[in-house]
T-cell receptor, first 112, second 109 residues
Framework: NAGVTQTPKFQVLKTGQSMTLQCAQD?????MYWYRQDPGMGLRLIYY???????DKGEVPNGYNVSRLNKREFSLRLESAAPSQTSVYFC???????????FGPGTRLLVL | GQSLEQPSEVTAVEGAIVQINCTYQ??????LSWYQQHDGGAPTFLSYNALDGLEETGRFSSFLSRSDSYGYLLLQELQMKDSASYFC??????????FGGGTRVLVKP
C-alpha cells in the first residue's frame, strides 16, 4: 500500500496563477484533510472532508477551494495564488473511530 | 477556538529522558495526540490520550490530565534518531486536529 500520496512534490507559482494540489489515499478511509505548515510552525487545517461528497472549512480556508472527487481523492485548489500562500501543504486521511491521521509527504509551494 | 502551548526547543544527550509539556484551551475536547516530524518529512502519529492517565508505547509515553488541560510526552533512553519536532494536537469533533507550534528536540552525543 502506498498510503497517502501527493502531487506535485514541489511547485513555483507567480502571484495570480492558479494550481491544484492532488491527494490520494489507498486505505479506504472516509475522512481526508488538507493542512498547511509555515516554517517553524505547527500545521493548520485548511479544509476537511468527513466522507465522500462532503467538505467543510477548517481554520484557514480563505483563498482555497477543495473537491472530494471520490473516496480516494481530495484536491486543493488555489484560484489566484498569493505570496502568503507560500507553505508546505500536507494531505492526511483517517478512519472514523481511529484517532490516527496518516499524512502524505507534502507539497512545497513557493509563490513569487 | 483552540490554543495550545508547548516549549519551542529542548536539548538533551543520548540516553537521557525528555518531557515535553503541552497545555491547551479548547471549546470541545475529545483527546490529545502527539506527532513526530523529522526535518523535511511528514508528521507521523505517536500516541493518543482520551482519558486521564499515562499511555506507554515502547520508549515513549504520553500523559493527560483533562481537569488541568495539560498533557506531556515523555521520551526515554533518547537516541540520535529522536532528534525531530514533536507536536501536540487537540482533537475536536470529526477527528479535526488543532496543532501546537511544535517542540524541536535536539539529541547530542
Amino acid at each position: 500500500n502506498a498510503g497517502v500520496t501527493q502531487t506535485p512534490k514541489f511547485q513555483v507559482l507567480k502571484t495570480g496563477q492558479s494550481m491544484t494540489l492532488q491527494c490520494a489515499q489507498d486505505m479506504n478511509h472516509n475522512s481526508m484533510y488538507w493542512y498547511r505548515q509555515d516554517p517553524g510552525m505547527g500545521l493548520r487545517l485548511i479544509y476537511y472532508s468527513a466522507s465522500e461528497g462532503t467538505t467543510d472549512k477548517g481554520e484557514v480556508p480563505n483563498g482555497y477551494n477543495v473537491s472530494r472527487l471520490n473516496k480516494r481523492e481530495f484536491s486543493l485548489r488555489l484560484e489566484s495564488a498569493a505570496p502568503s500562500q507560500t507553505s508546505v501543504y500536507f494531505c492526511a486521511s483517517s478512519e472514523g473511530g481511529d484517532e490516527t491521521q496518516y499524512f502524505g509527504p507534502g507539497t512545497r509551494l513557493l509563490v513569487l | 477556538g483552540q490554543s495550545l502551548e508547548q516549549p519551542s526547543e529542548v536539548t538533551a544527550v543520548e540516553g537521557a529522558i525528555v518531557q515535553i509539556n503541552c497545555t491547551y484551551q479548547t471549546s470541545g475536547f475529545y483527546g490529545l495526540s502527539w506527532y513526530q516530524q523529522h526535518d523535511g518529512g511528514a508528521p507521523t502519529f505517536l500516541s493518543y490520550n482520551a482519558l486521564d492517565g499515562l499511555e506507554e508505547t515502547g520508549r515513549f509515553s504520553s500523559f493527560l490530565s483533562r481537569s488541568d488541560s495539560y498533557g506531556y510526552l515523555l521520551l526515554q533512553e533518547l537516541q540520535m534518531k529522536d532528534s525531530a519536532s514533536y507536536f501536540c494536537a487537540v482533537e475536536a469533533a470529526g477527528n479535526k486536529l488543532t496543532f501546537g507550534g511544535g517542540t524541536r528536540v535536539l539529541v547530542k552525543p
